[in-house]
């Protein structure tokens, strides 16, 4: 994984906050994170407990799908 910063953050002196992308004296490298993501497998098996049981439940297996990926 590259990790390199992405853009440069400053807060100037009148409480401006400056954002840039290069860097210079005053600034705090901001990075981004890698975006969780879940595998087929992890997918089906929360189809699985969910959907394959209730085929109006869209809602509670999207939850499900972006519970489990917060958890990695």
Same mark, same amino acid.
């Given at each position: 994984?590259?990790? &390199?910063?992405?853009?440069?953050?400053?807060? *100037?002196?009148?409480?401006?906050?400056?954002?840039?992308?290069?860097?210079?004296?005053?600034?705090?490298?901001?990075? %981004?994170?890698?975006?969780?993501?879940?595998?087929?497998?992890? %997918? &089906? *098996?929360?189809?699985? *407990?969910?959907?394959?049981?209730?085929?109006?439940?869209? %809602?509670?297996? !999207?939850?499900?799908?972006?519970?489990? !990926?917060? &958890?990695?």
């Amino acid at each position: 994984m590259n990790n &390199e910063p992405v853009a440069w953050m400053s807060v *100037e002196l009148d409480g401006r906050t400056v954002l840039a992308t290069y860097e210079f004296e005053t600034a705090i490298p901001l990075y %981004i994170h890698p975006a969780k993501t879940l595998t087929d497998e992890e %997918i &089906e *098996e929360i189809y699985n *407990e969910i959907l394959i049981h209730d085929k109006k439940s869209s %809602i509670k297996f !999207a939850r499900a799908i972006l519970k489990k !990926a917060s &958890e990695k």
